[in-house]
């Protein structure tokens, strides 16, 4: 056998650290996919809540044009020539 013992001995190890080491690669790219899964469902959970709060506010304030301007704005619907492409949108 080339190198003998010395070099099988060598071998073995470094597979033994090679096992090892792609066990703890494996496991962290299991913790990391769990990770964005609990980061997806927190961001849905987060999404779903704002619209409700929007919702709430449009519902709140529907016949108060005055402060439903504050959270929206609706020069679109308040558009008398129809034509979209003349409005130009206001950032809140």
């Given at each position: 056998?080339?190198?003998?013992?010395?070099?099988?001995?060598?071998?073995?190890?470094?597979?033994?650290?090679y096992?090892?080491?792609?066990?703890m690669?494996?496991?962290?790219?299991?913790?990391?996919?769990?990770?964005?899964?609990?980061?997806?469902?927190?961001?849905?959970?987060?999404?779903?809540?704002?619209?409700?709060?929007?919702?709430?506010?449009?519902?709140?304030?529907?016949?108060?044009?005055?402060?439903?301007?504050?959270?929206?704005?609706q020069?679109?619907?308040?558009?008398?020539n129809?034509?979209?492409?003349?409005?130009?949108?206001?950032?809140?």
């Amino acid at each position: 056998m080339a190198g003998g013992a010395a070099v099988l001995i060598e071998y073995k190890a470094f597979e033994t650290q090679y096992k090892i080491t792609l066990g703890m690669q494996l496991a962290k790219i299991g913790k990391i996919s769990q990770n964005i899964d609990e980061r997806n469902a927190s961001e849905t959970a987060w999404l779903n809540q704002l619209f409700d709060h929007l919702l709430l506010i449009a519902n709140n304030y529907k016949t108060n044009s005055a402060i439903i301007d504050s959270f929206f704005d609706q020069s679109i619907i308040n558009n008398k020539n129809g034509d979209i492409n003349e409005v130009t949108p206001v950032l809140v």
